[in-house]
């Protein structure tokens, strides 16, 4: 855990900078609030090592909590559901008492009128240096998070569109992302929510959604689309891009449910 312990060591103000750093610096009780330029010196797409890998980390774990708590209060309240949602999410990464604090601190934050969403992001897509499957995981938490009272308001997806279009990604890149999670989450309830119970065609439909392909796909393009999803959420794959090592659980429960949906299309498939 070498980003967080240089993170409240204190010195990893020079290092992260920006938005970023100012967030995580008024947090902590730290001054991270140094300019961009900062980060600039300190590596890029073409010097990548150590440092800039603990960076990453941690402007991903700041953003991640800050931006799930705008997402949350962008229907205008944040609900118990969506308080859960996070609990969960700190509980999963198993962090301490400390790293809980500073989630929740940034949490709350993004809660705020004012909080500066386009610039959070635009240093985020700069630290993540157009590693596609590390903003991808990111835009896969936050609609979690603004899913998780059981419906997507209208002002919630205007968030969320914007966030993605801020990431780079594009509008239909997004809607097909947000089909996956949706279909992840309904599939995830049906799947571990009954144990052993028979598959239903709920439950066959949603494994197709959460792949990304329908029962006229042939059976090559089934299983290129699972090792596509399988290889984009492999959680040591994810950490040398920089997911922070406390996320590794959740990257590993997404590889889980995928890894379900394609068996039970591979089952289905077997039995016609």
């Given at each position: 855990m070498s980003w967080w312990g240089k993170v409240i060591g204190g010195a990893f103000g020079f290092m992260l900078g920006g938005p970023l750093g100012?967030?995580?610096?008024?947090?902590?009780?730290?001054?991270?609030?140094?300019?961009?330029?900062?980060?600039?010196?300190?590596?890029?797409?073409?010097?990548?090592?150590e440092g800039d890998?603990?960076?990453?980390?941690?402007?991903?774990?700041?953003?991640?909590?800050?931006?799930?708590?705008?997402?949350?209060?962008?229907?205008?309240?944040v609900t118990e559901d969506e308080i859960d949602l996070a609990r969960r999410t700190m509980e999963t990464m198993q962090l301490d008492e400390e790293q809980k604090r500073a989630a929740i601190g940034l949490f709350n934050t993004g809660k705020e009128d004012g909080f500066p969403l386009v610039d959070v992001l635009e240093q985020l897509r700069k630290e993540c240096h157009r590693r596609v499957n590390l903003i991808q995981m990111f835009l896969e938490i936050q609609i979690t998070t603004a899913l998780a009272d059981g419906e997507l308001h209208p002002s919630?997806?205007?968030?969320?569109?914007?966030?993605?279009e801020h990431l780079?990604?594009?509008?239909?890149?997004?809607?097909?992302?947000?089909?996956?999670?949706?279909?992840?989450?309904?599939?995830?309830?049906?799947?571990?929510?009954a144990a052993k119970a028979p598959a239903s065609r709920e439950s066959l439909s949603e494994a197709y959604q959460l792949l990304g392909e329908t029962k006229a796909s042939s059976d090559a393009e089934i299983k290129k689309a699972y090792r596509r999803l399988m290889s984009q959420h492999h959680p040591d794959k994810l950490v040398s891009k920089g997911l922070p090592e406390e996320m590794m659980k959740i990257a590993t429960e997404k590889t889980q449910e995928i890894k379900a949906a394609y068996e039970l299309v591979r089952r289905s498939r077997k039995a016609t």
């Open positions: 100012a967030l995580l610096g008024a947090t902590l009780g730290h001054g991270f609030d140094k300019g961009l330029s900062g980060v600039e010196q300190l590596g890029g797409p073409q010097n990548w090592g890998q603990e960076r990453v980390q941690a402007a991903f774990f700041t953003a991640t909590f800050s931006v799930m708590g705008h997402v949350a209060k962008a229907d205008g309240r919630e997806q205007q968030v969320l569109i914007s966030v993605a780079g990604m594009s509008r239909g890149q997004f809607e097909r992302l947000l089909a996956m999670v949706v279909a992840q989450q309904r599939f995830s309830r049906r799947e571990w929510g």
